[in-house]
C-alpha cells in the first residue's frame, strides 16, 4: 500500500526536504492572553531519534508538543516539520499532521467504538482507505502492540494499558513518520506501565521519530538519544540523557532532578 497515493500532491513550493531535520523548532514563542508560556525554544529531532523532553509540570512540555502539529498556534516563531514550515499559511496542514502521530496521556479512544473500529476511522476519513485495507493495517498494528485477539472489544472492557496501547496502534494505523507522546503512562496504574513502555521501546528500536514527554528516567536513559529538560517556558539544558542525568550543569535541572529520580 502506497502511502503517496493516498494523499494530495505537496503545495509545489513545500516538498519535503529529506536532509532537514524530522522537527526543527526556532524562536517558538507562545502566549495564552498575556501569560507567556513558551518564550524562545530552539531545537530539533533527527529522523529516528528519540528525544525526551522532562520538567516541572506547568513548565510548557505539552504546550510546546501541541505547537509542533499546530493543535496550538505559535504566537511567533517557526516550527519545520521535514523541512516544511507549518506556521506558514500556504501549508497544507492536513497534509504535514497526517505525518505526526500523536498519543496523549489520556487515551482519547472513542467509547461508543469497538477497538477495531476506533483504529479504522481515521483511516477512512482522513486517508480514504477502504474498509478492507484499513482493516488489514489496524490488525497489524493491533498485533504489534500485542492486543491482536481484542479488535471486537470496548474500549471500557481493557485496561488502561491496554487502551493505551490501542492509542498507539491507532496513530500507527495512520502511518506517521513521527509520533509525539505526551505523558503517555502517566495515567496508569505502576504495573500497566512497562507494557506501554515495551512497545515504545520497540517503536524506536523500528526506527521510528520520536518526541516523548515522559517522567519515565529510566526510560529517557535507556531509549533516549536525546534529553531536553525545560522549566519556565524555556530549554534550561539539553545533551545524551545518560550524562543529563548524572551530571546536570544547571541548578535547576539538579534540583528538579533530586526531586523526581
Ligand atoms: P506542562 O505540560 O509542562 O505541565 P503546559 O504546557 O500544559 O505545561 O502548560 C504551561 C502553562 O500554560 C501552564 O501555566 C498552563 O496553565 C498554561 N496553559 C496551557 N494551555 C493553556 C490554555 N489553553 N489557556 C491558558 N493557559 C494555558
Ligand atoms: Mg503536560
Do not use: W, Y
Not at 516541572?56 to 516539520?81: D, F
Not at 482522513?126 to 489496524?138: I, M, N, P, Q
Not at 521510528?208 to 538519544?225: K, L, N, P, S
Amino acid at each position: 500500500m502506497s502511502r503517496t497515493n493516498t494523499h494530495k500532491p505537496l503545495h509545489p513550493t513545500q516538498e519535503m526536504d529529506p536532509v532537514a531535520p524530522a522537527i526543527e523548532v526556532r524562536g517558538l514563542h507562545k502566549s495564552f492572553g498575556d501569560k507567556k508560556v513558551l518564550t524562545g525554544i530552539d531545537f530539533h529531532v533527527d529522523h529516528g531519534q528519540v528525544v525526551c523532553v522532562i520538567g516541572p509540570s506547568g513548565s510548557g512540555k505539552s504546550t510546546l508538543l501541541r505547537c509542533v502539529n499546530r493543535l496550538e498556534e505559535p504566537t511567533s516563531g517557526q516550527v519545520l516539520i521535514e523541512g516544511i514550515d507549518i506556521t506558514d499559511p500556504e501549508t497544507e496542514l492536513d497534509r504535514v499532521r497526517s505525518r505526526i502521530g500523536m498519543v496523549f496521556q489520556g487515551f482519547n479512544l472513542f467509547s461508543h467504538l469497538d477497538v477495531m473500529e476506533n483504529l479504522v476511522l481515521a483511516q477512512r476519513k482522513v486517508l480514504g482507505r477502504s474498509k478492507e485495507d484499513a482493516r488489514k493495517v489496524a490488525q497489524a498494528n493491533l498485533d504489534r502492540v500485542g492486543l491482536g485477539e481484542r479488535g471486537q472489544a470496548m474500549p471500557s472492557q481493557l485496561s488502561g494499558g491496554q487502551q493505551q496501547r490501542v492509542a498507539i496502534a491507532r496513530a500507527l494505523s495512520m502511518e506517521p513518520d513521527m509520533m509525539l507522546f505526551d505523558e503517555p503512562t502517566s495515567a496508569l496504574d505502576p504495573e500497566l506501565v512497562g507494557d506501554v513502555l515495551g512497545v515504545m521501546r520497540e517503536l524506536a528500536a523500528e526506527g521510528m521519530t520520536m518526541m516523548v514527554v515522559t517522567h519515565e528516567m529510566g526510560f529517557a536513559r535507556e531509549v533516549g538519544d536525546k534529553l531536553v529538560f525545560m522549566a519556565d517556558g524555556v530549554i534550561v539544558e539539553e545533551g545524551d540523557p545518560a550524562t543529563v542525568l548524572a551530571d546536570p550543569q544547571h541548578k535547576r535541572t539538579k534540583d528538579f532532578l533530586s526531586r523526581v529520580l
